[in-house]
């Protein structure tokens, strides 16, 4: 997610990993593991989701073109 917490007109950052701070609430999310570690990408599958991912001033959601797994942590 490309986030401008800030506001647009200032400096933003990617965000590859929510674990933590992620609510349950906002849906699932998809663990990767990589070389250095886990990494927890969220999945936006309803309005709650996209809700809290758009409440977390994303400008840019990062879209992969594959699927997740059949286990997904909710």
């Not at 701070?21 to 999310?29: D, I, K, S, T, V």
């Not at 936006?44 to 594959?66: C, E, I, M, Y």
Request: hydrophobic letters at 30%.
């Amino acid at each position: 997610m490309e986030r401008y917490p800030a506001g647009i007109d200032k400096k933003g950052f990617w965000q590859k990993d929510v674990s933590k701070g992620f609510p349950r609430l906002a849906g699932a999310r998809s663990r990767c593991r990589r070389k250095d570690g886990t990494v927890h990408h969220p999945i936006v599958t309803d309005t709650r989701s996209l809700l809290w991912v758009t409440n977390q001033n994303t400008v840019t959601p990062h879209v992969w073109a594959s699927r997740t797994p059949n286990s997904v942590s909710p």
